[in-house]
């Protein structure tokens, strides 16, 4: 069963500030890895997908890296914006069947 | 820009009663889905439809729960009897292409509260 970890849980900091999002998952055998945004009370906006094949992908200010072999997904905030604020989930989809399994998700607060 | 759509935004019922939430996936998507999220937990897998039929189904899809495309743009999860456990939001989701390709669209969520 897919097991998916997201580090660190909480992160506060100074607007301006260049960051690092972890997500760790158990199996391997992935076809993708979406990363999502979640405002208070709201649905899941789609980031950022990375396919299998590739090691990392691109969108603005935000920059996803894949390495399948070792599950490990990063997503790279530059210059971090207050309405950067909210909780971020990563979410790989398995080989074995078509359901994206969600992390706990890192609550991000950028302070003016 | 396209966007999955998802009525009604909260629903109160009591315990028992059968409850039906609505979305409306984006049009050309073929593939159709039902996540949860308790509060304060992490959002869960509950069942993938496709060609007009359960492509999969988590453990927490039990015979409570169904699913139905009842035209060709509404797709609907109905719990026939809910619990107190049932409370959580509930987030419609569709794609275009098949499993191992496309990105996943989520709806902003139906708020269910099980009194």
């Known amino acids: 069963k897919q097991e998916v970890t997201q580090i660190p849980a909480a992160l506060s900091v100074p607007e301006g500030e260049n960051l690092v999002l972890n997500c760790s998952f158990t199996?391997?055998?992935?076809?993708?890895l979406q990363w999502f945004r979640q405002d208070p009370g709201k649905g899941l906006t789609s980031l950022l997908l990375i396919q299998s094949s590739q090691r990392e992908q691109t969108s603005g200010r935000l920059n996803a890296s894949l390495d399948k072999s070792s599950g490990r997904s990063t997503l790279y905030i530059a210059a971090s914006q207050p309405g950067d604020s909210a909780t971020y989930l990563c979410a790989p989809l398995e080989t074995s069947g078509s359901r994206l399994t969600f992390g706990e998700g890192t609550q991000l607060t950028v302070n003016p | 820009e396209p966007e999955v759509t998802q009525t009604p935004s909260h629903q109160v019922t009591q315990m028992g009663q059968e409850v039906i939430l609505r979305c409306v996936p984006i049009s050309n998507h073929l593939y159709f889905y039902w996540y949860r999220q308790i509060l304060g937990q992490k959002v869960e897998f509950l069942v993938s439809f496709y060609n007009n039929e359960i492509s999969e189904k988590s453990e927490i899809f039990d015979d409570q729960f169904s699913v139905e495309r009842p035209d060709g743009s509404n797709f609907t999860l109905k719990i026939r009897s809910t619990k107190l456990e049932d409370s959580a939001m509930y987030f419609c989701?569709?794609?275009?292409?098949?499993?191992?390709?496309?990105?996943?669209?989520f709806g902003e969520g139906s708020r269910l509260t099980v009194l």
């Open positions: 199996d391997s055998a992935i076809y993708n």
């Open positions: 989701a569709s794609k275009l292409f098949g499993t191992n390709t496309g990105e996943l669209f």
